[in-house]
């Protein structure tokens, strides 16, 4: 059966996936425009090389034969996702600047603009599966794990609605990594052996703590160990570091290696364990505001999985009403459980959505 064509505007980046992702829609026979963001760069640094990426995804758009554009949201990233990501800092959190970056550039600035342009839909190469479900349901579209669940991306788009979903287009969520590899071989795309990008959307590999020292004057203060009280070394502000974080300790007592565990903002001092005190970064439940959900909110309670970090398990938990949140109580104590991050929601394969961990 031939498939009514379509045209679909399709976020490239310069990397594979993305680019296989046109490519995959361009075979399809759609009318297919791929379109790069200028992204924010840090001042004086170099931390996104986006002109090569741009080349790449240049050479790739006249390799497979659609047109190309490059769409200028550095103004829109800085005020929508760096100043989001540096008050959040701020407050003594730890925020997930690609979850906002999805919500408010690509499935934000990005939809609006292509459909003002006449476009059917918009792609991104995101690891992620959209169905359709049947309208016995107010939610018409699910939002699915990805065949691959090792690059599984849904963690960072639950704040996906319907309204957006339906414009949005995941061409390569039924395939594995490998697989998208060897079709960008196979149709001969002159980035097929590049490196998968790493870092912070559109910026790349950040120093986190070296970038926050330009907006976060540093502040010296202690690190205590938890159990004992005992003064352990010095940190250069309490705000640069992260609950469940290991490495950039100043400790050198040779006994660690030590976890962050709690974080007093008002007395300026971070605690820090030893491996041995897991037990002090386990957490029996959490609570999470600022909810969006993909489909039907669930009946609440329900019992759920749950994700607190990209990449982590899903943990089996009851969610509960509380107050404009939830409550998040865990079958099994999580470790790590850190204010800023997103928790995201599951039943089976499907994403329902999620909310910021207070």
């Known amino acids: 059966m031939k498939v009514a064509k379509i045209k679909v505007y399709v976020a490239m980046s310069g990397g594979v996936d993305s680019s296989v992702a046109a490519a995959l829609l361009k075979k399809q026979g759609h009318n297919v425009t791929g379109v790069f963001f200028k992204p924010w760069a840090p001042p004086a640094s170099n931390y996104c090389n986006w002109e090569q990426d741009r080349r790449d995804a240049m050479r790739v758009a006249s390799k497979i034969g659609i047109e190309f554009k490059t769409w200028d949201f550095s103004k ?35 939809l609006k603009k292509a459909l003002a342009e006449g476009a059917d839909y918009i792609a991104t190469g ?56 060897k079709l960008a071989k196979k149709f001969g795309l002159p980035n097929h052996n590049k490196k998968d990008s790493q870092g912070v959307c559109f910026v790349g590999q950040l120093d986190m703590k070296e970038f926050l020292k330009n907006y976060i004057k540093p502040k010296p203060g202690n690190i205590i160990l ?114 800023g991050q997103s928790a995201v929601f599951y039943r089976g394969q499907e994403a329902l959505g999620g909310g910021i961990i207070k």
């Open 76 to 110: 829109e990233y800085e005020k929508e996702v760096v100043s989001y990501m540096i008050n959040s800092y701020r407050t003594g959190t730890t925020p997930n600047p690609d979850v906002m970056c999805n919500k408010e550039i690509k499935f934000g600035l990005f």
């Open 126 to 181: 995101h690891y992620i599966r959209k169905t359709e479900r049947s309208k016995s349901h107010t939610a018409d579209y699910v939002l699915r794990t990805a065949k691959d669940q090792n690059k599984d991306q849904s963690y960072f788009l639950w704040t996906l609605t319907q309204k957006r979903l339906k414009y949005c287009l995941f061409p390569i969520g039924d395939y594995t990594k490998p697989e998208v590899r």
């Open 226 to 339: 938890s159990e004992t009280g005992k003064i352990l070394g010095q940190h250069d502000s309490v705000f640069y570091y992260t609950i469940g974080q290991r490495h950039g300790l100043d400790i050198k007592d040779g006994q660690g290696p030590y976890f962050v565990v709690s974080k007093n903002i008002k007395k300026n001092i971070i605690y820090v364990a030893k491996q041995t005190g897991d037990k002090e970064l386990l957490s029996k439940n959490t609570r999470v505001t600022k909810l969006s959900w993909v489909t039907d909110k669930p009946k609440l309670p329900a019992k759920v999985f749950v994700k607190i970090r990209y990449r982590s398990k899903s943990l089996p938990a009851t969610i509960t009403a509380d107050g404009k949140g939830l409550t998040v109580s865990f079958k099994n104590p999580a470790k790590a459980v850190t204010p």
